[in-house]
């Protein structure tokens, strides 16, 4: 996206919250709104919101782990929430800390991917070089004689490993080019964030 673009799209997302902020919260037209949905809402059971929670919280969750899509845990971690600063009381003690360090375990150990291919996912989707089953493909851009071109270098893997452990988990990757140096990459995964070194 070019700069003209991009500063188009700022102005135009400024004038939207600016506009929605005024409308929702400055201007006098939302008192009757503000009405109504407080009436309902005392008419509405808070059962029916917690069932829907605990549904999406827990459906989310499985669906994350038996289809490895990650932003379903986005989901079943905000209604998580949700559903503890509806359900728990909130007083600083220890069971409350408890409760808030299992919450966070649970989903950073959910968040770990514990299949292999994450690592060279990763590593394609974040570096120049994109990997595959037995080598790996450097793609990058040099000027000869005022000229950009591709270059494309052929890597083979000759090391890979991947060790899944319940919380975290290391990911290390070894290449050789065809004139026989040497590339490495090594990285860990919390809470299904890669961190890369090279």
Same mark, same amino acid.
Request: one cysteine or more; glycine letters at 6%.
């Given at each position: 996206?070019?700069k003209?673009a991009l500063m188009?799209?700022?102005?135009?997302?400024?004038i939207a919250?600016l506009?929605?902020?005024?409308?929702?919260f400055?201007?006098k037209?939302?008192?009757?709104?503000?009405q109504?949905?407080?009436e309902k809402?005392?008419?509405?059971? *808070?059962?029916n919101v917690?069932?829907y =929670? #605990? $549904? +999406?919280?827990?459906?989310?969750?499985?669906?994350?782990m038996? /289809?490895?899509i990650g932003?379903l845990?986005?989901i079943?971690?905000?209604?998580a929430v949700?559903?503890?600063?509806?359900?728990?009381?909130?007083r600083?003690n220890f069971p409350?800390? *408890?409760s808030i360090?299992?919450?966070? =375990? #649970? $989903? +950073?150990?959910a968040?770990v991917?514990?299949?292999q291919?994450? /690592?060279?996912?990763h590593?394609s989707?974040h570096?120049?070089?994109?990997?595959f089953?037995i080598?790996c493909?450097k793609?990058?851009q040099?000027?000869?004689?005022?000229?950009?071109k591709?270059?494309?270098?052929t890597?083979?893997?000759q090391?890979?490993s991947?060790d899944?452990?319940?919380l975290?988990?290391?990911?290390?990757l070894?290449?050789k080019?065809?004139?026989g140096?040497?590339?490495e990459f090594?990285g860990v995964?919390?809470?299904?964030?890669?961190?890369?070194?090279?």
């Open positions: 996206m070019d003209g188009i799209s700022f102005i135009g997302i400024s919250i506009y929605s902020i005024y409308q929702l400055i201007s037209t939302t008192v009757g709104l503000e109504e949905i407080d809402m005392k008419a509405r059971p *808070i059962a917690i069932r =929670l #605990i $549904f +999406l919280a827990v459906n989310s969750f499985l669906a994350n038996f /289809f490895d932003w845990l986005w079943s971690f905000f209604s949700a559903l503890w600063i509806l359900l728990v009381e909130h600083f409350y800390l *408890i360090i299992v919450i966070l =375990l #649970i $989903f +950073l150990g968040g991917p514990k299949h291919q994450s /690592f060279l996912n590593i989707d570096t120049e070089y994109n990997c089953s080598e493909v793609v990058s040099v000027v000869i004689d005022d000229e950009l591709t270059e494309i270098e890597y083979s893997i090391g890979y991947f899944w452990y319940l975290f988990s290391k990911g290390a070894l290449l080019d065809e004139q140096n040497m590339e090594r995964n919390i809470g299904g964030l890669w961190l890369l070194e090279k």
